[in-house]
C-alpha cells in the first residue's frame, strides 16, 4: 500500500489542546476498564465465560478439544490458556487475559501511530480506539475479547509494510476463529495475499493437529456443521426493533447509517490517494462483522461491525481532512457511543473497583448446588434439562463446581436447534450412556422465554430425555443457581 501523504495545514493552540484532551480521554477510559477487568470486578457470563474457562480448565488438566471437550471456535484460545499458562482461578484468567490484550490495544495503537504519523488528526483515531476497546472489553471480558482485538490489529497492519507480521499473525488467528479471517483475507486478496497466505497455513497446521489428535471430525461437526446448519435457523433472529438513541439495540442501524455515509463520503472524495489506497480494506474490515452480527441479532453481536464502522469512520476523516479541522465530522463521533449511555447508566454500580468480585458471584451462584453435592464421589458432570422443549442455553457455570471432574459428554454449550434434534439427541445419549460413573448431573427444571417463532414452536426429539428417565439414579435433592431451579441426580 502507498504511503499516506498529509495535506499541510495550520493547526491553533485551542485546536491542539482540544486534540490532546479528547487522547487522554480515550486513555483514561480504557486504563480505567483494563484496571476493572485485571481486578476481576466484573461478572463471568454464566454461559460463553464460563464455557471458556472451563475449556482451559480442561486442557489444563490434559483433555483434548473435540475429544473429551467440544466448542464451535478454534481451540488455540484454550491451548494457549491451558497449556503453556495453565490456571484454574477466574482471577489469574482476567490478569492473563487483560495482559494479553492490553498488550495488543497498545501494539495497534503504534500501528495507528505509524500509519497517520504525518496527521494530528492521529489523536482523534487513538481516542477512538481507545474507547473502543475499552467497551469491547467491558462487554465480552477477557477471554472473549481477544478475537475482535487481534482482528484490529491485523487490519491496521495491512496498512502498513510489516508483511512478515501480517501473515504470522493471520496464521496465528485461524486458531481463534476460522471465519473472520476468512472474510477478511479473501476481501483484501486483490491488493495484498499474505492474509490469505497466512490463513491458509494456519488452517493446514490447525488440521494437521486435529488429525494427530483424531479429532478432525469432531472439529469439522462443532466448528462448522453445527453452527452454521443445525443451529442456523434458530440463531438467525430478527432484527430488534429501533428503540430510543441511548438503548444499545439501536447500534447495528447506527452501525447501518454510518457504513451507508462512509460509502457516500468515499465516492465522493476518491481523487483523494489516500482515500483510494485505504477505503478498500476498511470495507473489507466493517464487512468482516457483519455475519456474525446478523446470525444471533442481540445487541452484543452488533459490537464489532459498530466498533468497526465506529474507527474506519474517524480514520477516513483524517485521511479526507489532513490537517484542516472540519468540526462536523468529528462531532458526529460522541454520537457513535450514544446508544450505549443507558446501558453504561444502568450499570454504573460496575465502576466501582471491587477486587475478585468476578469469583465472588461466580461462588455466590453455586454455593446451593455446591453445598448438596461436595461430599459425593463422582468421575463425570452433566450439566442438562430435564425437558428439551423451549430452551435457548445452558447455565454452563456449574461445570466450574468440580473443574476437576471431565464432562460427561463433549458438547458444553447447549442451544436451540442441537440438543433438541433426533439426530444429536441420540448423540448425547450414546455419551451419556458411556460417561463414567459416578455421573452428576444437574438438569434445569423451567422453560426459556423464546427468541423468535421457531423456539417458540420447538418440540424436543426426546432422546436425551429418555436416558435421563429410563436410567438408574438416585435423586439427590434441588439447587437454585442464577435464578434456575436445577434436578440434581447421581446416575450410578
Known amino acids: 500500500m502507498a504511503d499516506f501523504a498529509v495535506k499541510p495545514g495550520f493547526i491553533s493552540g485551542k485546536v491542539y489542546t482540544m486534540r490532546k484532551l479528547i487522547l487522554w480521554c480515550g486513555i483514561l477510559f480504557f486504563i480505567y476498564n483494563v484496571f476493572l477487568q485485571a481486578i476481576g470486578s466484573y461478572e463471568i457470563n454464566y454461559f460463553d465465560g464460563a464455557i471458556q474457562i472451563a475449556a482451559q480448565n480442561y486442557v489444563a488438566g490434559g483433555l483434548v478439544p473435540f475429544k473429551d471437550f467440544s466448542l464451535i471456535y478454534s481451540p488455540g484460545q484454550y491451548l494457549l490458556a491451558g497449556k503453556i499458562v495453565p490456571f484454574k482461578s477466574v482471577f489469574i484468567s482476567n490478569l492473563f487475559y487483560t495482559a494479553l490484550e492490553s498488550l ?7 500501528l495507528i501511530l505509524k500509519v497517520f504519523q504525518n496527521y494530528s488528526g492521529k489523536y482523534f483515531v487513538l481516542a477512538t480506539h481507545l474507547a473502543v476497546s475499552g467497551i469491547i472489553l467491558r462487554v465480552f471480558g477477557g477471554s472473549g475479547s481477544l478475537p475482535y482485538i487481534l482482528m484490529e ?12 507480521a501480517l501473515m504470522l499473525l493471520s496464521l496465528a488467528y485461524v486458531w481463534l476463529r476460522w471465519d473472520w479471517l476468512l472474510f477478511f483475507a479473501s476481501g483484501r486478496w486483490s491488493s495484498t495475499k499474505l492474509p490469505l497466505l497466512g490463513y491458509l497455513i494456519g488452517l493446514g497446521t490447525l488440521t494437521v493437529y486435529l488429525l494427530l489428535n483424531g479429532t478432525l471430525k469432531n472439529a469439522f461437526l462443532y466448528m462448522i456443521y453445527l453452527p452454521i446448519v443445525m443451529q442456523g435457523s434458530y440463531r438467525h433472529l430478527p432484527l430488534p426493533p429501533p428503540t430510543l438513541p441511548i438503548h444499545p439495540n439501536g447500534l447495528v442501524y447506527l452501525a447501518g447509517a454510518v457504513f451507508v455515509v462512509l460509502i457516500f463520503r468515499a465516492i465522493k472524495t476518491w481523487s483523494n490517494e489516500n482515500v483510494r489506497n485505504f477505503f478498500p480494506a476498511a470495507l473489507v474490515f466493517i464487512v468482516t462483522f457483519v455475519p456474525y452480527a446478523l446470525a444471533r441479532s442481540d ?4 459490537l464489532g461491525v459498530w466498533a468497526a464502522s465506529s474507527l474506519v469512520w474517524v480514520m477516513i476523516d483524517v485521511f479526507i481532512d489532513g490537517d484542516h479541522v472540519n468540526w462536523l465530522p468529528k462531532a458526529v463521533i460522541p454520537l457513535f457511543f450514544l446508544p450505549l449511555v443507558g446501558w453504561y447508566v444502568k450499570g454504573v454500580k460496575s465502576f466501582n473497583p471491587k477486587f475478585n468480585y468476578a469469583q465472588v458471584v461466580l461462588d455466590r451462584e453455586l454455593a446451593e448446588c455446591k453445598n448438596k453435592t461436595e461430599n459425593i464421589k463422582i468421575n463425570s458432570i452433566f450439566v442438562g434439562r430435564v425437558s428439551y422443549n423451549r430452551f435457548l442455553y445452558n447455565v454452563a457455570s456449574l461445570y466450574l463446581l468440580y473443574p476437576d471432574v471431565p464432562p460427561a459428554t463433549p458438547n458444553l454449550m447447549e442451544e436451540p436447534g442441537i440438543q433438541n434434534t433426533c439426530e444429536f439427541g441420540e448423540k448425547i445419549g450414546q455419551y451419556l450412556y458411556t460417561a463414567k460413573r459416578p455421573m452428576l448431573a444437574f438438569l434445569e427444571e ?13 418440540t424436543s426429539c426426546g432422546k436425551i430425555e429418555n436416558y435421563l428417565s429410563y436410567a438408574d439414579y438416585e435423586k439427590i435433592g434441588q439447587c437454585e443457581s442464577y435464578g434456575e431451579i436445577f434436578d440434581i441426580r447421581l446416575y450410578k
Open 104 to 110: 495488543l490495544v497498545v501494539y495497534a495503537s503504534v
Open 153 to 164: 490489529v491485523i487490519f491496521l497492519i495491512s496498512l502498513t509494510p510489516a508483511k512478515k
Open 299 to 302: 445487541w452484543p453481536h452488533f
Open 446 to 458: 423451567g422453560d426459556h422465554q423464546p427468541e423468535n417463532e421457531l423456539t417458540r414452536k420447538m
